[in-house]
């Protein structure tokens, strides 16, 4: 019996709001859809919790959907004003542009570009250039309601922070196009992301409809459907350390960090990373966390591990655990060095 993607997703903590459930579920189990996720590049590299949303591309793409990520070089100049309480800061457009080309680097790694269902990377900065500013006003924002625009949690939230700048207001509008344009151009009929993104991606699915009636067209279907953040279950955003954000690159973020992150997650989280970020079944998954809390959260922390860092990595990671807590010998080598001046010694006489 074929399995039921949908329920398959549900089940790994991939599914949080759709559209139009019913419809999405038909879709996904017997069609073959093309669709999309957005990142903008406000670093260099990604962090965990751009690679739940990766995870979450890719169950869709070895299922047999097309996919295509967008890396958003025209949105990122703007910013996006969602969970933030300040106005982003702004970058230009050489930083915009390294990041682009960082980031394509780094989600490379992560999703079949090659092969019969290779996925495809685009830049939204190629299309939004071709508008110039009268002309994008008049036939995309005719179509946004600022009154509606206003009742969604991101804008609602900054203008109670204490204001909310017109260059934030048009990200809405930037980002639903891109709906719109990748339908047109690859026939792309569903954007995935992270949930605090439900409202553009609505914005996305209403403008498509509005832009073929106001054409005088028949207006394809065109779906959304979100992935809860990368949360612990007391509700605290995952990817956060004493050390700063978690990131995927090993120059940001050391491996052995990166495992031991993990495995020092509290244990109620366990199984809910478990089923993320592994393909282990479901029953042995919830077997494992219930017989052996411990061996789960070294298996939780491999498989993570690995998937982000590939599997040469993640055993060497663990060869360096065995050999630091004595077990076996290994040669240390993921394990982050630290040269301290010898003032800082002198200074600190109780640092052993």
């Known amino acids: 019996m074929k399995k039921d993607l949908f329920e398959e997703l549900r089940a790994r903590g991939f599914v949080h709001q759709s559209t139009n459930e019913e419809q999405i579920r038909k879709i996904l189990n017997e ?8 990142i903008d590049p406000t670093a260099d590299s990604l962090h965990i919790g751009h690679f739940f949303g990766l995870r979450f591309f890719q169950k869709l793409q070895q299922a047999g959907h097309k996919g295509i990520v967008l890396i958003g070089g025209g949105t990122g100049q703007v910013g996006d004003p969602t969970g933030r309480s300040d106005l982003r800061k702004m970058m230009d457009k050489e930083t915009t542009e390294n990041y682009v080309d960082s980031i394509r680097e780094v989600i490379a790694r992560f999703i079949d570009l090659e092969g019969e269902n ?13 508008y110039s500013y009268i002309d994008f006003i008049r036939e995309i924002g005719i179509h946004f309601n600022v009154n509606t625009m206003l009742s969604t949690e991101a804008y ?38 992270g949930s605090d993104q439900w409202g553009n991606i609505i914005a996305g699915c209403n403008l498509h409809r509005k832009m073929a009636f106001a054409s005088g067209d028949e207006a394809s279907e065109v779906y959304g459907l979100t992935c809860p953040l990368l949360t612990t279950k007391e509700g605290k955003k995952m990817g956060k350390s004493e050390k700063g954000t978690l990131w995927v690159d090993s120059k940001k973020t050391p491996v052995f960090d990166f495992y031991q992150y993990f495995y020092n997650v509290n244990d109620e989280d366990v199984e809910m990373l478990l089923k993320a970020f592994s393909d282990i079944e479901l029953n042995e998954i919830e077997k494992l966390v219930k017989d052996d ?34 077990d076996k010998k290994g040669t240390l080598d993921s394990i982050p060095e630290f040269v301290l001046p010898f003032s800082y010694l002198k200074d600190n006489n109780n640092i052993m």
């Not at 590939?310 to 060869?319: H, M, P, T, W, Y």
Request: one cysteine or more; hydrophobic letters at 40%.
């Open 31 to 38: 069609e073959k859809v093309t669709f999309y996720f957005g």
């Open 293 to 326: 809390i411990i061996e789960a959260k070294r298996t939780m922390a491999y498989e993570v591990t690995k998937l982000v860092h590939g599997r040469l990595e993640a055993d060497k990671v663990i060869e360096d655990v065995k050999s630091l807590y004595g």
């Open 118 to 130: 290779k996925a495809i990377i685009v830049d939204n900065n190629d299309w939004i250039n071709d």
């Open 156 to 193: 609602a939230n900054r203008m109670e922070e204490g204001g909310l700048t017109f260059l934030e207001m048009g990200y809405m509008l930037l980002q639903a196009y891109d709906f719109v344009y990748l339908n047109k151009k690859y026939n792309c009929t569903l954007q995935i992301g």
